[in-house]
């Protein structure tokens, strides 16, 4: 598959939070699809999705699967309890990535942890799914990658104001730039 120029710089990012601000069906997911899977390839990475529907939950699952096939061949774990399924891939290497649609009250990630939490499509999730989601954030911490439509929402509201110790890279379809936080006076 050909990427973009703005697929690739995502692919490549290693910012620990990145935002994507775009429209719908430019390839977004497809772009973090492909990072997915590059970084339980080649770095052991688990990753929680959250999508809006089960379908597109589903969706994201087939799409990293193609990638690690084609690119990554014999990565997939063969093991009977690690086959994968219409939610989750195992690899061989102990990465992994589970896809869950948030549903109306974010239920689908109670009990989860994972090196990377992949927002699809969050301005669409319902408030209660980002309380709901709250303590799997503040257990684990790393990165987070979350695809917005360029619509509002509280999420978005509270990624305007990031914390002293973070950087939030926040990519706009056409450029990119970063927020620096701004520092507390003692």
Known sequence: MEYDDWQIEIIEDTSQYILLC?????????AFAKKAAKWM???GKTIL?????????????????????????????TVKKDKPTLDKITLKNGGWIRSRAVGTMGDAF????????WFNEMSKWPELAFIAIMPTLLTKGGEMWEIPHLSENIFMERQKRPSSSN??????????????PVQKSS
């Open 41 to 43: 390839a080649e770095k």
């Open 110 to 117: 109670k009990g989860f942890t994972a090196d990377v939490n």
């Open 22 to 30: 775009k429209g719908r069906q430019i390839g977004g997911t497809t």
């Open 167 to 180: 950087v939030l890279r926040i990519w706009m379809i056409g450029g990119r730039f970063t927020i620096k």
């Open 49 to 77: 999705v959250g999508s809006i529907t089960e379908e597109q939950a589903k969706l994201v699952i087939v799409m990293v699967k193609d990638i690690l096939t084609r690119d990554y061949k014999g990565s997939i774990s």
